[in-house]
């Protein structure tokens, strides 16, 4: 079978991940060529940020995801995809972070990194579309990259998983939950198909996730996991109200994991850092 055209633009996938994480053209960010089919063998390297499009603001200061009631706004329904869009992007280009940052990592690790990276680029397209449905475009509201900030601290394989598959994505199986009930409250039938969609095929994430956990560390432990996740993490902010215990259960997590989680109370030392979920 022949390389499509686009693939031969890269030696090899890692370049296609450079390239991604790098670029400041939203039409790339959406739409990027068709990465090439062979991995390469590269030194391990850690880039310390993305490149941004211009149409991507800064949120301003107090400019958080809308209440329930003023989601009956169709303005307000798509400044809370436009988050949304956002968190998927940056995951997407966090599989590629992870990609370079452990290239010395399982092939099979890597070709799943890979594989999560086109399925977010292509959750941020079914909410940009819907954002343009409901009368916006991308870059009309601020973002902030509150993953971005966080996720590079994590130190190894092991740390990126426990925060982003079975963190991060996971808590994601409760938001998505709840946001489609508040999207089919005020009659976004869409809208909220679209976070129903997006919730079941991040299952499949979360199981990616929960698999290499066990398979690094020969089990499901919840103390494990949570010494895994880089401060300020904490497990405190790696689940909605109520668990998705189901869900969960059905990615691989054992029921002694999703009961500590849920039973889990952070310790006086601290304040929980904000829940991504209320960040622009």
Not at 144 to 164: E, G, I, N, Y
Request: net charge negative; hydrophobic share 40%.
């Amino acid at each position: 079978m022949a390389t499509p055209p686009e693939a031969q633009l890269f030696a090899d996938v890692e370049a296609w991940a450079v390239h991604y994480i790098s670029t400041d053209e939203l039409a790339v960010k959406l739409a990027p060529p068709r990465p090439p089919q062979q991995f390469g063998t590269h030194v391990p390297r850690r880039i310390h940020g993305p490149g941004r499009p211009t149409q991507l603001r800064q949120a301003k200061r107090g400019e958080r995801t809308p209440r329930l009631e003023a989601l009956k706004d169709p303005h307000y329904r798509a400044r809370t995809l436009h988050t949304f869009f956002h968190h998927e992007l940056q995951a997407a280009e966090l599989m590629c972070w992870a990609l370079l940052a452990f290239s010395d990592a399982e092939l099979e690790f890597r070709r799943g990194l890979l594989g999560i990276c086109l399925d977010e680029i292509r959750h941020m397209n079914l909410y940009r579309e819907h954002i343009e449905a409901l009368g916006s475009s991308i870059g009309d509201f601020g973002v902030r990259d509150w993953f971005w900030r966080r996720v590079p601290a994590c130190p190894t394989k092991l740390s990126f998983v426990s925060v982003m598959g079975m963190g991060l994505e996971a808590a994601n199986l409760e938001y998505a939950a709840d946001f489609a009930e508040r999207f089919r409250l005020v009659g976004d039938e869409t809208g909220a198909a679209i976070q129903e969609r997006i919730a079941n095929e991040e299952l499949g994430h979360v199981s990616f996730a929960t698999h290499w956990f066990k398979q690094w560390t020969g089990g499901c432990d919840f103390e494990r996991w949570s010494l895994e996740l880089p401060a300020p993490f904490s497990p405190w902010v790696m689940h909605g109200n109520p668990i998705a215990e189901s869900a969960r259960l059905r990615a691989g997590m054992s029921e002694a994991f999703v009961d500590a989680l849920a039973a889990y109370v952070p310790s006086a030392k601290g304040r929980p850092i904000p829940n991504p979920s209320e960040s622009a």
